[in-house]
């Protein structure tokens, strides 16, 4: 589960993440903004990637929220993983994983800036599939 109040990072954090797997698909329930009449999806028995505004996650009863890893972006923490807690790692000895190197960083920055560049060319090219070049004919 994601969260912040920032919707637009929501949804670029969530396309990412299904991005990463590839070339596997995310064939389980994906819903980049979860509306507020469905908040009750964050029970579901299955795994998910769900991302919610932060005044609509203060809505989400902790309960619920016990085997679930919540990532929260404007404080850049998640919490720790299902099995994480099955280790018996007490309460604030959960670390954030060092920095990328900044070259590392620097690097998937631009390779995702590309990226996305070429999306919206592709986007913008009347006749041209999300295939590259090849043309769809109409």
Not at 31 to 42: A, R, S, T, Y
Not at 79 to 88: A, G, I, V
């Amino acid at each position: 589960l994601i969260h912040s109040q920032d919707m637009a990072d929501i949804v670029m954090v969530a396309e990412v993440v299904t991005a990463l797997i590839y070339p596997f698909s995310w064939s389980l329930p994906y819903i980049p903004i979860l509306p507020v009449g469905m908040l009750e999806f964050v029970e579901a028995p299955l795994s998910y990637i769900l991302g919610v505004p932060t005044h609509n996650f203060k809505l989400i009863d902790r309960n619920a929220l016990e085997d679930v890893v919540v990532i929260d972006l404007d404080k850049c923490s998640s919490t720790p993983s299902f099995l994480e807690n099955k280790r018996s790692i007490k309460a604030g000895t959960h670390r954030n994983p060092p920095s990328l190197p900044s070259q590392v960083a620097a690097n998937i920055s631009r390779a995702v800036y590309k990226l996305l560049r070429a999306e919206e060319e592709i986007d913008t090219e009347p006749g041209l599939s999300s295939f590259g070049d090849q043309t769809l004919s109409r």
